[in-house]
């Protein structure tokens, strides 16, 4: 009796084991309709900042605005004072200040409410903005330059509370201090 319960038992087990898992379905299943409108959107808004910001800058015709691959333009408006033309590379520690106006040039952040930021390139968490992250690395020590940034590479969707909307464009000022190299 106990021998028929072993063999049985051993019997199940095996033919339950050796089965294949089993895939599990989604209980509920979405179209992805939510992403693609608001690809869209982005997408619209982007290209209506993008016509401002270009006839913001076929205005100012005493600058020459250079346009990036990242999507936003800047002007030198101070070459650096060295004849050095080093540029911030991934893991330099630098020092900078900037400012951050709307388009029309009113300042929302002044670069005396920043202070001089230090930020090591492309390795810190620091709270800037992308567009700040990038422009950094466009200059050489001694430089200031003009960025426009559309929202997407400024404040975006969140804005500053009570200082600047949801997906305005800016632009800001920067002045690169100094680079100490990574060793």
Partial sequence: M????????????????????????????????????????NKRIYEQEKAIIQALIKKDSLREYIATESGFWYTLTQKGSTTSNQKPAIGDLITFTYNVKDLEGNVIVSALENGVQTYKVDQSNQDLISGIRDGVKLLSPGEKATFIFPSYKAYGYYGIEKKLGTNEPITSDITLLSINQNQ
């Fill in 2 to 41: 106990m021998r028929t319960f072993i063999v049985y038992s051993l019997l199940i087990f095996l033919t339950t084991s050796c089965q294949s898992p089993q895939t599990r379905t989604p209980v509920k299943t979405t179209s992805g309709s939510f992403i693609e409108a608001s690809v869209a959107r």
